[in-house]
């Protein structure tokens, strides 16, 4: 079974940043694309940012020149950097990889910004 764990969120206030880190396990993970998808209260999960096995990136037009999507394939984990963080980008963060045709999740980890 694959398993996702992300780590790294928390509170920050507006203009800080943060670093969400995703280990992966039990896959081949340096042929895998991995995204980092996120949640806010009361509204659908949204792609934040897609990193594939070549490194070529993707990204939510609201976090452009923001966020950066990141992977090490020595240690099978992505990273998610958040600069200049805003309220609005207060939600659960969830980790995401694709493995025969099937979509793992992590349990996700919690960004609150404050203003």
């Known amino acids: 079974q694959v398993q996702l764990v992300e780590s790294g969120g928390g509170l920050v206030q507006a203009g800080g940043s943060l670093r969400l880190s995703c280990a992966a396990s039990?896959?081949?993970?340096?042929?895998?694309?991995m995204g980092w998808y996120r949640q806010a209260p009361g509204k659908q999960r949204e792609l934040v940012a897609v990193i594939d096995s070549g490194r070529n990136t993707n990204y939510a037009d609201s976090v452009k020149g923001r966020f950066t999507i990141s992977r090490d394939n020595a240690k099978n984990t992505t990273y998610l950097q958040m600069n200049s963080l805003k309220p609005e980008d207060t939600a659960v963060y969830y980790c995401n990889t694709k493995v025969g045709g099937m979509n793992y999740w992590g349990k996700g980890t919690l960004v609150t910004v404050s203003s």
């Open positions: 039990r896959i081949i993970f340096s042929i895998n694309a």
